[in-house]
């Protein structure tokens, strides 16, 4: 079975194929981060327009890479959801447009369902069940997975999501857009015990998680600095090493004991945050000392692509519909996804 996948949620257009019995065939990504740099953030108009520009083309290179007529795809999966509606609009009626016209089923995917389900685009691929970390800038959550569509959801942080507190953090710092990757990279020439920032909620018994009052702790450390004249390259990377660690100091306690709630030996990491390096480094050996594995996506389907889309629909194939008449998601609550009795 040969699916077409299109993730065009936010700001980044994502386009492949994979086949169920020869996995990953082909991908690409445009990412718009040049054309929102300058505003700070993403713009949704502009993200929907780029993606008008972008996905045509991207479909074409990647089924010629793959070596896939249009009519040889079984089927076409695109994001539904959640995301921003005019972006989701683009992809949505690309795909149905393109479903109808070949006479092929098209099927709308839920973005976190994506991302839950990207290690498996890995080798090796973890078997179900496990328990998943979802952190990204949108996001930070623990689920138990039983399987596809068989979602519970374990923790949630109470406000910001791991991924926003590091670009919050970033503007703080007058690091540049996207401010979660510059972060990390000034945090490597940070020193360690080079200033002090609390770890919210590591000790609250229970799933939960709060990342805002640990930008505003970083907030009130860089205005005593400045009150100072100390805020030099040094002190701003020695708070970049200290939020950074306070964030993987949080998530590694969670992810623990989401594990020992759900009684896993398995943990699956995915989102954009997964991609940090410390981050992975520090789950893997707190996992490993527990006897348990974790999965991780590769770096390039951490953040939002094509891959995890077409993934996702080849799992759900049996579920889509002829091309024609079609609705898109902003919001969309991943625990109302009927399950899929026979996983891919």
């Known amino acids: ?19 169920t019995a020869a996995g990953l065939l082909a991908h690409r990504l445009h990412s718009q981060v040049d054309l929102h740099a300058r505003y700070g953030g993403v713009v949704p108009e502009l993200a929907s327009r780029d993606h008008v520009r972008r996905l045509v083309p991207l479909i074409e290179e990647v089924l ?10 079984d089927g076409i999966a695109y994001t539904e959801g959640p995301g921003l ?49 979802l952190v990204s800038g949108g996001h930070t959550q623990f689920y138990d997975v039983a399987g596809v569509g068989r979602y519970r959801l374990l923790g949630d942080t109470l406000d910001d999501a791991a991924g926003e507190a590091f670009d919050k953090t970033a503007t703080l ?34 799933l939960a998680m709060s990342f805002s009052g640990l930008k505003t702790a970083v907030m009130t450390a860089v205005r005593k600095l400045e009150a100072r004249g100390a805020l030099d390259a040094q002190a ?3 708070l970049a090493r200290e939020f950074e660690s306070a964030v993987v100091d949080v998530l590694a306690a969670k992810a623990i004991a989401a594990l020992d709630d759900a009684g896993r030996r398995t943990l699956v990491v995915a989102g954009g945050v997964g991609a940090n390096l410390r981050l ?23 953040t939002d692509n094509g891959a995890m889309i077409a993934l996702a629909g080849a799992l759900r194939l049996h579920e889509a519909r002829a091309g024609g008449g079609f609705t898109v998601r902003p919001r969309w609550d991943l625990a109302s996804l009927p399950a899929v009795e026979a996983n891919a």
């Open 1 to 19: 079975m040969r699916v077409l996948g299109i993730e065009t949620s936010c700001d980044e257009t994502g386009v492949a194929v994979y086949d």
């Open 64 to 73: 010629a890479e793959a070596d896939t007529p249009r009519e040889a795809l």
């Open 85 to 133: 509606a005019g972006a989701l609009l683009v992809g949505a009626s690309v795909a149905q447009g393109l479903a109808f016209a070949l006479g092929k089923p098209a099927i709308g995917i839920h973005h976190l369902e994506g991302h839950l389900l990207s290690p498996m685009l890995a080798t090796p691929r973890p078997d179900f069940p496990f328990v998943a970390l």
């Open 173 to 206: 710092l007058g690091l540049p857009y996207p401010g979660g990757p510059a972060l990390a990279r000034l945090a490597e020439s940070g020193r360690a015990g080079g200033a002090s920032l609390p770890r919210p909620m590591i000790d609250s018994g229970d």
């Open 236 to 238: 701003k990377a020695d």
């Open 280 to 302: 992975r480094a520090r789950l893997v050996a707190d996992a490993a000392r527990r006897g348990a594995g974790v999965h991780f996506p590769d770096i390039a389907f951490c």
